[in-house]
């Protein structure tokens, strides 16, 4: 799994958004209709690493590169890389990776000292394993408590992939019942027209922000996603409790925002 404690700095961020520029492209291997397994949806190609989603990233360039969390392995690694973390961040793999690694480059320029918790570069890739519920229930939140600063990268802002990813919902819900800060970061396109349509109509912002369901959640590995699951059944409340808390959260940084 890796540690949950260690931390990428700023520095160690743009020099990981170089090192993956520097590729120009990934290879995308060719995806499956659902609809008929052995048919190809789409063929193989190669994507421009601008283009490229942080699971591509990850499946394309961590992967293939390291033995180990990146962290423990970054070719020429720059000075104060990697310190004890104090921002968990919690994002989509579906999400575009230099859109990502901009906003918290951003976020750390204005915020000397901070270092992330970002499990692309934290966790061993190649050695995620399964874990036990407890991890879920316990080590985990614990985790997030102790870091004590959560960042919530939501995009599009009119379909936010991590509020349908199982993952990042139950990292919310950690940080929320821990009484941890959250902050929610939108990247600036994202923001632009995240206006333009809050000046047209404000309850189209406040409809894609409240369509949250933890049970119709998906995650790239299903074990994690029933582990989680039966997390979320143990609590109090169960789903509706859980879904409620996130929800909750969403109005409180829509009014706030607008």
Known sequence: MGTLQQGASTTLLKHFRVKILECHSVFVPAARNPGDPYAIAEPRKHLPVNEATTGDIVEQYIKQRCNGPYVECVEDPPIDCVGPANVFVSHAWKYNMI???????????????????????VVDQNDTGDLPHSFWSVTFKNAIQDIGHTVLVLAPWNNPVPLARAWCLWEVYCTLDSGVKIDILLPKSEHLLLRASVQKDFDVLTEAMMEVDAEQADAHNMLDRDMIFSAIRRLDGGFHRFNLTIKKLLRKWVYRKF
């Open 99 to 121: 859109d990502l690694l901009d906003q918290l480059i951003i976020m750390g320029e204005n915020m000397p000292g901070r270092y992330f918790w970002i499990d692309v570069l």
